[in-house]
């Protein structure tokens, strides 16, 4: 079935590094959000992006949506211990249709 | 106020039992979903509800049986509970109907052990 990929699986760095994520789907999405989900916790929403090649911005987060809308990335500036989670992307192949989930990258940060 | 939540938030049964777990939302929200996130993280959705009405059920064992007495709830009763079925179970809601793309807000999880 329909698979939303999300690379790495895992990425442990130094707080000050820099992280990202890479979401890519077979098949073009009609838009994708992105997720936190600290640990133990829940998947918090964090963004939605809808226009080919948009880009948004949370501070020291920076999302991407390719310009075919098949792929996306956070990017993480300066990383902090509190951005320890895992981050997951979820595309919608047509509006109003599920979301389907990346299986997540958890991030690691060393203080 | 919690806007999801879901009871019991921790479950340990034997294998062969039934189970429930509870899921309100106060959120005025017109849809309700059952995710599965296993022992990898990986969220899978199980079922979704809009108004009380079924819409997406996926491809699960029919010994899970979702249940909406209203809008504001979505129950999910487990027969049988095998080993395999020991995973945080996630609920969540949105306003799918007026706004099709919104997010979903999730639940705390009920993490099930099966023993």
């Known amino acids: 079935g329909q698979q939303v990929m999300q690379i790495p699986q895992y990425q442990h760095v130094q707080e000050g590094e820099d992280f990202t994520t890479y979401c890519n789907s077979s098949?073009?999405?009609?838009?994708i959000q992105w997720y936190k989900q600290r640990p133990g916790g829940h998947p918090v929403f964090l963004i939605q992006l809808v226009k080919s090649g948009e880009v948004k911005k949370q501070k020291r987060l920076t999302f991407q949506f390719g310009e075919a809308k098949k792929n996306s990335s956070l990017h993480i500036t300066a990383t902090q211990t509190t951005d320890v989670g895992t981050y997951f992307c979820?595309?919608?192949?047509?509006?109003?249709?599920?979301?389907?989930f990346g299986q997540g990258t958890e991030l690691s940060v060393k203080p | 106020d919690t806007a999801v939540s879901q009871t019991p938030k921790y479950l340990v049964t034997q294998m062969g039992n039934d189970k429930s777990i509870k899921c309100e939302q106060n959120?005025?929200?017109?849809?309700m979903y059952w995710y599965k996130q296993d022992s990898k993280k990986f969220l899978k959705i199980m079922f979704s509800?809009?108004?009380?009405?079924?819409?997406i059920n996926e491809t699960v064992p029919n010994r899970f049986s979702p249940k909406s007495p209203d809008k504001a709830h979505l129950n999910l009763h487990i027969n049988s509970l095998e080993l395999g079925d020991s995973a945080v179970y996630f609920c969540?809601?949105?306003?799918?109907?007026?706004?099709?793309?919104?997010?979903?807000?999730f639940g705390q999880g009920t993490r099930l052990t099966v023993v």
């Open positions: 098949t073009t999405l009609s838009n």
């Open positions: 959120l005025g929200h017109d849809t």
């Open positions: 509800y809009n108004n009380k009405e079924l819409i």
């Open positions: 979820a595309g919608r192949l047509n509006q109003g249709g599920k979301l389907i």
């Open positions: 969540a809601s949105s306003q799918a109907s007026r706004r099709p793309n919104t997010e979903a807000f």
